[in-house]
């Protein structure tokens, strides 16, 4: 084949003039390597192409293969990244021959990689962009920091998740000529590094997650062009006073979230009139938001906030984002609030102690995308200023004290919305048959009064959750139509009927729940068919038949509840294949046959086993001395007969004193059950008294 036809390859580029190829991007657009990445080992012909500038290997998966020594040979290489390739090992230092290279991104998310020095690094003196995320340095210590140095041209260095150790600290002085951005995120440093603070061209530091104490982090307020700081997630553990003493003039986006900083906001934070993003959530702040008239994002959740919200909010007209959610804020939440937040579009007043008051013809200037009013106290009725949002994507105004009916107009305005949570409120009447949300919405209904028939989403859902109203009627037949749907909950109604066969067309459920209903039949066989099903949940009806066998099918079931029915027949062999199960309550039905043997070898990680008040005859089976995770037994109001084991419940010496390994119940015979803590009580009592 002619070298002009391999110009015309997906990912190839030639030079125009010459023919050439300089360019080789194969990187796997799906980013998932291990369904549709390029794999095997690259062979050594590919170093034939002497004029390659550009390449892109990434997202592949090359089986854990070294990365080829035979690279060095790309000698006007300027861009190589190899992230997320599938290469392993130690990364080889002729790299450090390609003088042209200017983009160098080895990184990886698993840590295949690793390096025992950086010395290899000092001969691109063309390099301007260095990551090696996930690159193990441990062994390179802090023997790192004067190479990079020694780079001219190097602006942006990515070294997050690198295991590097407090031993950095120790170099005093780097002399980093152009450095404008460095990510040393998720290691393992406890202080930042004395040099760092002395780059004078940075423009953006990450330091988030490491073990960073101490108020040492207010020298970065003397970097004359900082405009991103992210401390995020440390142990700082200072007072805000401390860090906002200073001017922190230019910086634009501060995140100090997770980091134990107490007390109250000091004035001095309105002088930071460049600052558009402040992060201060799980902290300790006190009291006083403040006001940063440019603000774009505020976010002072999970503090110790007190007071009222402040009116003076309603003026930080730049205003996108705002979460005081978690706090301690009370009082009159009204229009003069939002009076001036025209770009809001993420609100979260949730768990606070505040009571709306509007207007009920309030137009707020505003359009979310989301809501989060949860746990407010929203008065008696539906928010009416809801019918002005045309773009809102989330709303969640669950425990809200909200009564009365859902207007229909609030389903003109749903079709958007991929959560919906209304749930534990006092909403009562009737929802349309069928109601719009978007595609994969999460919507949650439960603990309310809603009553008359069930209804279903017009597309397919993710979640779907009416539990505890007062629903009634029978379960939809078309309900397996959402074959998306993860979870299904419609526990604690008053519906009747079968259950549809159609269920068993949800092929991606995790949990089905219409537990405690009105619901006759028989357990349908079609629900062997939901092969990722993980809870059942049918107790409290009035199913009756056998369990069908089919439930065997079911290998990543880990709960099954069919309590309190009318279901007969012995238990399915099929059983045997539910090696992942937890949790097996049978328990008041009609059962019949004996305990099987194989009960103890097929449920290796069973914590829970009640067959309580059924007709299950012969002996106690021997096989449940093998079920070692067990912590509750209740086999009472049985025919069983014979004696029970006695090292039922494993017994261990600790500090010269007898426990049981776990809390262990036990119920065996008619009606009488009994908890056992320790191995003195389980022996002399639970034994004995048997």
Known sequence: MARSDCCQWWGIGCNNRTGAVITVDIHNPDQFPEKFGLGGELRSSLAKLKSLEYLDLSFNAFNGNQIPTFFESFERLRYLNLANSGFGGKIPPNLGNIPSLQHLDISSTFGENFLDNLEWVTGLKSLKYLVLHGVDLAMVGSKWVRPLSMLPALSEVHLSDCKLQRSTLFVSFANFSSLAVIDLSYNKLNSIPRWLVNISSLLSVDLSYNSIQGSNSIGFCNLPNLRFL?????????????????????????????????????????????????????????????????????????????????????????????????????????????????????????????????????????????????????????????????????????????????????????????????????????????????????????????????????????????????????????????????????????????????????????VIDPSRNNLTGRIPKSIGNCSFLQVLDLQNNYLTGRIPSSLGQLTVLHTIHLRNNKITGKLPSSFKNLSRLRTLDLGCNRLTGIIPQWIGEAFPVLKILGLRSNVFSGELPSALLKLSSLNVLDLAENQLRGTIPTNLGVIREIDNRYAVDKWFYLAIGLGFAVGCKTAAHFRNYCFHRH
């Not at 403040?290 to 009116?311: A, M, R, Y």
């Not at 009204?334 to 609100?347: A, D, M, T």
């Not at 989060?372 to 809801?386: D, I, T, V």
């Open 230 to 510: 992210n401390i995020g997630n440390n142990n700082l553990g200072v007072s805000s006073y401390q860090l906002f003493k200073q001017s922190w003039s230019k910086l634009e986006v501060l995140q100090l979230d997770n980091n134990f900083v107490h007390g109250k906001l000091p004035a001095s934070i309105g002088n930071m009139t460049s600052l558009t993003h402040l992060d201060l959530s799980r902290n300790y702040i006190e009291d006083n938001l403040g006001q940063i008239l440019k603000l774009s994002t505020l976010d002072v959740s999970s503090n110790h906030l007190t007071g009222n919200l402040p009116e003076s909010m309603g003026k930080l007209s730049l205003l996108k984002y705002l979460d005081v959610s978690s706090n301690r804020l009370v009082g009159i939440v009204s229009e003069s609030h939002f009076s001036k937040l025209k770009k809001l579009v993420f609100l979260d007043l949730s768990f606070n102690s505040l009571i709306f008051n509007f207007s009920p013809n309030w137009v707020p200037a505003f359009q979310l995308k989301s809501l989060m009013m949860r746990s407010c106290n929203l008065r008696p009725s539906f928010p009416g200023w809801l019918k002005s949002q045309r773009h809102i994507l989330e709303v969640d105004s669950s425990n809200a004290n909200i009564s009365g009916s859902i207007p229909n107009w609030f389903w003109d305005i749903s079709g958007s919305l991929f959560l919906l949570n209304f749930s534990s409120n006092l909403l009562q009447g009737h929802l349309p048959s069928t109601f719009s949300v978007d595609f994969y919405a999460k919507v949650d209904l439960s603990f309310n009064l809603l009553e008359g028939r069930i209804p279903l989403p017009s597309n397919q859902i993710a979640v779907l959750n009416l539990s505890n109203n007062k629903f009634s009627g029978p379960i939809p037949e078309n309900v397996g139509d959402n074959s998306l749907i993860l979870v299904l909950s419609l526990a604690s109604n008053q519906i009747t009927g079968a259950i549809p066969t159609s269920i068993g067309r949800m092929q991606e459920v995790q």
